[in-house]
């Protein structure tokens, strides 16, 4: 009778939430992705409740040695069990707050990757070099988790290029090749329009941040490495040069760091053009020069005395 009762129960539990997982039954504040972990959670108290009934009719169940196995059994799950308990109470709050589901792009930790499997004990993810990463719920829950895919329906997800330029540069022109890099990749959004903001003032150069969104979460890194690719085209093509502090300390500066290879129509800079003038007056050399090739410089009179 135990056992015909708890079966009855438990169909009757099946179909509830199977009828709440299809979308039949309906009950406000209740989502359909709950149905399943919540069906497991009253299943395992009903089965644990029908062993208990029943313990007391099971041959034996008086004795000595059955109520040792007993003890001994239940002190093995009570020691061995306390990590599957803590990850069983994590990925509960994980699904009733609806951190990610399946098929999300999240990052879990340090861990990027597309959820593919979540239980109550582990939470699987593949990863963009295609490797699985099985990460127990309760490291999931200790940790922060960012869920690329809810922002995706929320607007976009931000990709940013950040690139350092120089003073000689307009700031309106490096807003224009930024910009001309983000028409260019796809899966970048039109509307909001990607945006370009000066984010410091430097010491060698002026640091400029592109801002673009993309609604393909799954696409992202790929996205992000062409959305890089052509603003680096961008200012290639017009001889704009992404400046570095170390560029006076190992190359002559008057170059450009731009292969040429690639970009064979791009503009040339010229050096800086000095003459220098042999005079005997004081036994020293005078140099004088001026600025030529569009460099923008100017070399001032110098006085260079002998010996010293």
Not at 275 to 282: A, F, G, L, N, Y
Request: hydrophobic share 45%.
């Amino acid at each position: 009778m135990i056992g015909g009762l708890g079966w009855v129960a438990l169909r009757v539990l099946r179909y509830v939430f199977r009828a709440l997982a299809t979308g039949s039954l309906v009950v406000r504040g209740f989502h359909t992705e709950w149905a399943e972990p919540t069906y497991k959670l009253p299943r395992t108290l009903l089965l644990l409740f029908l062993l208990m009934v029943s313990f007391p009719y099971l041959p034996g169940s008086g004795s000595q040695f059955f109520q040792g196995c007993s003890v001994f059994v239940g002190a093995l799950l009570t020691l061995g069990s306390g990590g599957a308990i803590g990850n069983i109470v994590a990925g509960t709050v994980l699904t009733y707050t609806r951190a990610f589901r399946v098929g999300d792009m999240v990052r879990l930790g340090e861990t990027h990757g597309i959820v593919v499997e979540r239980t109550l004990l582990v939470t699987r993810l593949r990863t963009i070099e295609n490797e699985e990463v099985t990460i127990p719920n309760g490291s999931v829950l200790a940790g922060s988790v960012v869920n690329y895919s809810a922002g995706s329906t929320a607007g976009g997800i931000v990709l940013t290029v950040r690139a350092g330029i120089g003073y000689d540069v307009d700031w309106r022109t490096v807003h224009r090749l930024m910009l001309e890099g983000a028409a260019q990749t796809p899966h970048i959004l039109a509307d909001p329009a990607p945006q370009v903001w000066q984010t410091d003032l430097g010491d060698y150069a002026v640091q400029y941040e592109l801002r673009a969104w993309t609604d393909q979460p799954v696409a992202m890194f790929e996205t992000h490495s062409t959305l890089r690719r052509n603003v680096l085209d961008a200012f290639n093509r017009v001889g704009v040069e992404i400046m570095t502090p170390s560029i006076l300390a190992h190359r002559d500066a008057s170059g450009l760091a731009i292969p040429p290879e690639a970009f064979h129509e791009r503009p040339t800079r010229g050096g800086i053009a000095v003459h220098v003038d042999q005079r005997d007056q004081v036994g020293g050399w005078w140099v004088m020069g001026d600025a030529t090739g569009g460099t923008g410089h100017e070399v001032h009179l110098l006085q260079l005395h002998a010996g010293r």
